[in-house]
């Protein structure tokens, strides 16, 4: 079955360095790949959507990598602030498919 | 501009009890679903539909029923609670189905 991972783990980093993040999946063929964040007792929000065809995307200080070979999804946040602290989740989609299958997301904690 | 408007935001139930979950859109968005959100596990999805009239199946659809006379609600319907219930639901829209969503804040449901 299809079967999506992100470090459960949270990561802890000091302010101004940078965070990657990482999206790895199975089973699957996507043809895009969106990454949300997600605040504590809030929904979700849309930051960023790379497609299969796109290696790299890049909105302000955030950086979407997307390595169809390794099953791979990798974002970077530079820079890093406290306000960035969170969690974020990846989704994958595919076009012959209604569903968006979300992971369990990693929990982001940036350090002043 | 509202968005995705969900309620109620909080709701205790005893098992067996019938509820309906709110949720509606302003930005004639004709995708929308629902997902539910336990710790640990990425976002699921319940139901789905693509336009007014239309709803189809997601990932964990049992114990659930939807219903799309309008573009803008989209009301989840739980038959008879069971404690396995007990979860953060989501629901999110899109102007399609391969566009980034935009969620409400969630209903959190106990069922006791």
């Known amino acids: 079955s299809q079967k999506i991972e992100q470090n459960s783990e949270a990561l802890n980093i000091q302010e101004g360095k940078t965070a990657t993040l990482t999206c790895n999946y199975t089973?699957?063929?996507?043809?895009?790949l969106q990454w949300y964040r997600q605040d504590p007792g809030r929904g979700p929000v849309f930051l960023l959507l790379?497609?299969?065809?796109?290696k790299e995307k890049r909105k302000e200080r955030l950086k979407v990598t997307f390595d169809t070979t390794l099953k791979q999804s990798l974002f970077h946040i530079t820079a890093s602030q406290p306000a960035d602290s969170a969690t974020y989740l990846c989704?994958?989609?595919?076009?012959?498919?209604?569903?968006?299958?979300f992971g369990s997301g990693t929990r982001l904690l940036v350090r002043p | 501009n509202a968005g995705v408007t969900q309620t109620p935001k909080f709701q205790v139930l005893k098992t067996g009890q019938s509820m309906t979950l709110q949720c509606a859109q302003d930005?004639?968005?004709?995708?929308m679903s629902w997902y539910r959100q336990d710790p640990g596990m990425g976002l699921r999805l319940i139901h789905y539909?693509?336009?007014?009239?239309?709803?189809d199946q997601g990932e964990v659809p049992n114990g659930y029923n939807v219903s799309r006379s309008t573009t803008e609600d989209f009301p989840l319907r739980l038959l008879s609670a069971a404690p396995s219930q007990t979860s953060v639901y989501f629901c999110?829209?899109?102007?399609?189905?391969?566009?980034?969503?935009?969620f409400g804040d969630g209903t959190r449901l106990s069922i006791l």
């Open positions: 999110a829209s899109s102007p399609d189905r391969t566009q980034p969503q935009h």
């Open positions: 089973n699957y063929s996507p043809a895009y």
């Open positions: 790379i497609r299969e065809n796109e």
């Open positions: 989704a994958l989609g595919g076009d012959s498919s209604y569903k968006l299958i």
């Open positions: 930005m004639n968005h004709e995708y």
């Open positions: 539909s693509v336009g007014a009239g239309i709803t």
